[in-house]
């Protein structure tokens, strides 16, 4: 032992694939915010079901006072556009005990209850989203707030109760409260399933990048992956992992806002991917020193992840799109060349690596494969690929690097449940390869505008290799082109 002590991660883990429900709906109806944006203000005091707390929340009604939507509002943490059903109100003027006294947890969940969380009939489904296998995702739209949400059922065994899944991310998004992470609204129990209430957003990353012809403004690449790092520093800071980090599990909405989601579902995914099984998109963005059977974790386990949707974002396609664990590892020794003890102390003695004899790789220059980065953009993926996991640049070291420079000094200062768009100097463009009809431009206007960027990108990266620098005349805008 060295005298220190290594900090601790949280990665919740059961010994039973599953666990009562009893203590799952406990969790959630005691500590979730019913926001319907995840910016509400902090839930009022709550005490024991026997023993009540004098920092409850004390709503005076004195004399011919009404109680207000407000009052409720505040005193269970609901959000503005709640509905209140119908002589709610007027029953809590004559309820017991008294409004204007501190609300017990047993008290609270009544008071959800009568308002219509934590009930089936609440939500209307409207269109499938996808389905896995442990859960069906489910477009649909609150009764109470008349929003959209994300339905995920999952389906339940009697004898064994709720997924371990389940549990865990329930576990760790009632207490991640961020702009850039996926909001739970609710959780609603039957017999037969278990339904998670989260806010909807309109697609994810992957569903993005294929509506863009997977050709992304620069600007907006840039964007993205700042909220990316923002929601996963928000998260390490806690000692909570994704572990599970790809373009289908980040939402984004018409805003642009991107947010973190399918927290702790890396062993049963509930959207399967288009084209592809999850066994295999996952293995995409896992990192070589997991694929070698470490299982070392740490936060530096989400940012090679980063990295490789970061490259894909840039340049439009997978960075490493193995097909099994040998074929993955191929993939990047054949661009990080091969590891050695110089590059990776210790390699030498893994087993797994000695098993595979891979050839000897020497590294590819990036900008060869991402010639729409600029240097601060290669800089910024090579922190992100390094194959000692202790050398990955950490999320909130990441986001104060040049790169991110043209944001402004006031992404960094922003209160965690704010969404960046909330600042002028933050504006997504119009990507290069978007399709939507609704663009008043031609097709040959649009194919031009396209194989431009294409074209001028591969000059740089041909002009970097050569030595010759920027030709004259040429000057490189955000995008990375001329």
């Not at 896992?286 to 894909?312: A, H, K, N």
């Not at 202790?390 to 402004?408: C, T, V």
Request: proline letters at 5%.
């Amino acid at each position: 032992m060295d005298g220190h002590r290594r900090p601790t991660v949280s990665t919740p883990s059961y010994t039973s694939t599953r666990a009562p429900l009893k203590s799952l709906l406990y969790i959630v109806h005691e500590n979730l915010k019913m926001g319907s944006d995840g910016e509400s203000d902090q839930a009022s005091g709550t005490s024991s079901d026997e023993v009540q707390s004098p920092t409850g929340v004390c709503l005076r009604n004195r004399g011919n006072r009404r109680i207000s939507a407000e009052d409720l509002n505040k005193r269970l943490s609901l959000p503005a556009d709640i509905r209140i059903p119908d002589g709610y109100l007027e029953k809590l003027q004559l309820s017991s005990p008294p409004f204007d006294q501190p609300l017990s947890r047993r008290s609270r969940r009544a008071s959800l209850s009568e308002i219509g969380f934590g009930k089936l009939e609440t939500y209307i489904k409207l269109d499938k989203l996808g389905e896995g296998t442990y859960a069906t995702v489910f477009k649909g739209r609150s009764k109470l707030t008349d929003n959209l949400v994300a339905l995920k059922e999952i389906r339940l065994e009697h004898e064994e109760g709720a997924p371990c899944t389940a549990i865990r991310e329930v576990s760790l998004l009632k207490d991640l409260k961020h702009a850039n992470i996926v909001t739970l609204h609710d959780i609603v129990h039957t017999d037969k399933s278990l339904t998670l209430v989260f806010e909807y957003l309109d697609k994810d990353l992957k569903q993005y990048m294929d509506d863009c012809g997977n050709i992304l403004s620069m600007q907006n690449v840039k964007i993205f992956l700042f909220q990316i790092l923002r929601g996963l520093a928000y998260c390490h800071r806690r000692k909570v992992l994704h572990r599970d980090l790809k373009p289908q599990n980040l939402l984004i909405n018409d805003r642009g806002e991107l947010k973190l989601a399918d927290f702790g579902l890396a062993r049963a995914k509930s959207v399967p991917t288009k084209t592809y099984s999850n066994e295999v998109v996952t293995l995409w963005y896992r990192p070589p020193d997991v694929l070698l059977g470490s299982s070392e974790y740490s936060t530096q386990i989400d940012m090679w992840g980063v990295g490789c949707i970061f490259y894909e974002m840039a340049a439009g396609r997978p960075l490493f799109p193995g097909s099994t664990v040998e074929d993955e590892l191929h993939l990047i020794f054949r661009l990080l060349g091969t590891p050695s003890e110089e590059s990776w102390p210790g390699i030498s003695s893994i087993d797994e690596f000695k098993s595979y004899k891979f050839s000897k790789y020497k590294a590819q220059p990036l900008i060869n494969h991402a010639p729409r980065l600029d240097t601060d953009g290669i800089d910024l993926l090579m922190s992100f690929l390094k194959y000692e996991s202790k050398k990955r640049i950490a999320a909130d070291e990441a986001m104060r690097q040049p790169y991110f420079r043209s944001l402004g000094p006031r992404v960094h200062t922003l209160p965690e449940n704010i969404s960046i768009f909330t600042l002028k100097e933050v504006q997504l463009q119009r990507d290069p390869g978007y399709r939507n009809s609704s663009y008043p431009e031609s097709d040959f206007n649009q194919y031009w505008s396209v194989s431009h960027h294409l074209f001028m990108g591969l000059a740089r990266a041909v002009f970097f290799n050569l030595g010759i620098g920027t030709p004259c005349g040429v000057a490189w805008n955000s995008n990375g082109v001329a």
